[in-house]
């Protein structure tokens, strides 16, 4: 399936292809274009689009695209949902003080942004960052006693 998106991509915008491509469509194809283009490449093409005005998987009621995404497709993983603390406060500025970890993403994505300004090449180099903090949010949720989805 295609996925599309704002380009320019940084926090929420690389976190919801991971989670998408690891826990709802393996095969997903992303594509990024200018934000007055989402809908119309959406509809031309079929695409979902995620992380736009106006887009399902968007940001509503306080929450962030990554949020969305997990309610909609019912992950219910603790360690997900763990991870979506950190990419709620990277990415929505006046919030980046709720976990001690946002503002250690946002810098990261920064940082990405500018070493790798194509998206695609962003987004494959940065896949990495969030397999390894989903595997420290399983950590967490072993030493806590919450037991975790396989």
């Not at 970890?101 to 960052?129: M, W």
């Amino acid at each position: 399936m295609k996925w599309v998106t704002r380009s320019h991509i940084h926090v929420d915008r690389v976190a919801c292809p991971w989670l998408i491509r690891r826990f709802v469509d393996s095969e997903a194809e992303f594509l990024f274009v200018p934000k007055s283009r989402v809908e119309a490449v959406a509809n031309e093409t079929g695409s979902i689009p995620f992380d736009a005005p106006g887009a399902e998987l968007g940001h509503h009621e306080g929450q962030c695209s990554f949020e969305s995404i997990l309610r909609k497709y019912e992950l219910k993983d603790p360690a997900l949902w763990r991870l979506a603390k950190i990419v709620h406060a990277a990415d929505i500025a006046r919030e980046i003080d709720t976990d001690p970890l946002g503002k250690g993403l946002e810098a990261i994505a920064t940082g990405f942004g500018i070493l790798f300004p194509d998206d695609h090449t962003n987004l494959e180099r940065q896949f990495v960052v969030y397999d390894a903090l989903y595997a420290w949010c399983r950590l967490q949720g072993t030493r806590e006693g919450i037991p975790l989805a396989t």
